[in-house]
């Protein structure tokens, strides 16, 4: 006889937990399969432990710079076992309260190898045998993703990396080559170049680091790059990788060679899906992919009224991991028979925490400009701010907004704790403020916040600093 739950998730990392979280807080049955550990790559592999080491690097680079500012201290290198210790103790403490809760909310994880033999039945492979899971109400599908690799760049574990491995590294490269530039790209590049490596090169075959993002908070990040001693190359494709006795060799199409002693590739991340039984589901495959709607359904259902849903980043949405938060939660209320509205994307913050920061949502400049619409800008520099300049803060809040005083369409911006202010952004973008409406707020002096508020009253003409 199968194990029977309302709801049964496959995969614990954010999408998944969130919504088990949820379906059992509406006072549902739920149970979780999860092959390695609950938290995901979110919290193993990815958020939780690249800050831990991005703020180790903040605090390096803060030992730099303290004699700037009448502080006697010195950087002297890095040890590296201390700065896993401290990663390993931060990721512990949040795993073991997240099974904490998980428990106490009556939650089964079932830990083990699922695979789907039915839209919503699945065989585990647990350490004490085969258990047969089903679900009466709701399947869903949160297996996640893993790190996209290259044919020419074979991942060794020691030479030629993933963000995985890097997670693990226990000493510093010295000419550390980081291919992409995204965000596990630049954010891996600030961690290396803080800890002191001799040089850090990024390649990027887009034209521009952090491609996605506005035009002019590439521009920034660029120079900001360039001034930190990290070198970006931009438009040139990988066309070979040699590797070997302790160096790396990469070759672009361009004909540039860069060496070093280790080479990451940081190309984006696939959707995990092969070898998972997604086949005897009948849901719909698209490069990977699990096709969805708005409501992440995959069209599937069964039984009386069950459905079979897809959440996180086996779906083609952000690949962010608060997405996918908001992607399970909005499953678990849909579940429960619960009203809810649709995702919309474009109001969900990016943020990247290199050096200096960004934090983005809404429209970019190039997208307006691609769809035809009409708007107005205005930048408010991080050199006009008295907070930022306490902190040596580099760049700037960028607002776009309809054109002749309409509503917010974009809030970009890059500097100190980009990643934090954007929060504000995001509350002003997707409530459709008007710059005028923003204009008339009194954020509290000296702040990073009034550079934020300073670029709305710019643009509402009321420019004050800038």
């Given amino acids: 006889m199968a194990d029977s739950f309302d709801v049964v998730v496959l995969g614990g990392g954010t999408g998944g ?67 896993l210790d401290y990663k390993n103790g931060i990721v512990d403490a949040n795993w073991k309260g997240l099974q904490a809760t998980m428990k106490a909310k009556g939650i089964e994880t079932i830990h083990g190898h699922g695979t789907l033999t039915g839209p919503n039945t699945i065989t585990v492979e647990t350490d004490d045998g085969e258990r047969q899971i089903e679900a009466s109400k709701a399947m869903v599908l949160a297996t996640g993703s893993k790190p996209k690799t290259i044919p020419i760049a074979e991942v060794d574990g020691e030479l030629i990396i993933t963000s995985d491995e890097a997670m693990y ?57 360039k001034k930190a001693g990290i070198k970006a190359i931009t438009g040139e494709m990988v066309e070979d990788v040699k590797a070997g006795d302790g160096t790396v060799t990469v070759t672009t199409d361009k004909g540039t060679t860069v060496e070093g002693d280790l080479l990451m590739v940081a190309i984006g991340r696939g959707p995990v899906t092969e070898n998972m039984g997604m086949d005897s589901t009948g849901v719909e495959l698209d490069r990977g992919f699990i096709t969805v709607d708005e409501y992440c359904k995959t069209g599937v259902t069964f039984g009386d009224g069950g459905v079979v849903y897809a959440i996180g980043d086996v779906i083609p949405t952000l690949g962010l991991a608060h997405a996918s938060f908001m992607e399970g939660m909005m499953v678990a209320e849909q579940i429960a028979g619960n009203p809810v509205v649709p ?19 809404g429209y970019t400049e ?65 409530w459709e403020a008007l710059p005028t409406d923003v204009a008339e707020f009194i954020h509290p002096h000296p702040t990073l916040s009034e550079a934020v508020g300073e670029a709305h009253m710019a643009l509402a003409g009321k420019a004050l600093h800038g």
């Fill in 169 to 225: 590294l226990e000493s510093v490269p010295k000419k550390p080559i980081v291919l992409g530039a995204s965000a596990v790209g630049v954010e891996f590049a600030t961690v290396w170049n803080g800890y002191g490596a001799e040089e850090v090169t990024i390649v990027e075959a887009l034209d521009a680091v952090v491609p996605r993002e506005d035009i002019d908070t590439q521009k920034a990040l660029a120079r900001a790059l």
């Fill in 17 to 83: 937990y969130s919504c088990a979280l949820r379906a059992a807080g509406l006072g549902l049955t739920v149970g979780l399969v999860e092959k390695a550990k609950v938290g995901g790559t979110c919290l193993h592999w990815g958020c939780i432990p690249t800050k831990a080491f991005l703020h180790a690097a903040e605090v390096a680079e803060h030992a730099k710079e303290g004699p700037d500012l009448g502080i006697q201290s010195s950087f002297d290198g890095v040890d590296m076992p201390r700065v």
């Fill in 366 to 430: 190039q997208e307006l400009k691609e769809e035809g619409i009409e708007f107005d800008a205005k930048t408010f520099p991080f050199s006009h701010n008295a907070r930022a300049m306490m902190q040596g803060g580099q760049g700037h809040v960028k607002v776009l907004a309809a054109k002749d005083g309409g509503k917010v369409l974009g809030v970009h911006i890059v500097g100190p704790h980009a990643t934090d202010l954007i929060a504000e952004g995001q509350m002003i973008y997707n």
């Fill in 343 to 361: 995702i919309d994307y474009r109001g969900v913050p990016k943020v990247y925490y290199c050096t200096p920061e960004i934090g983005a949502v």
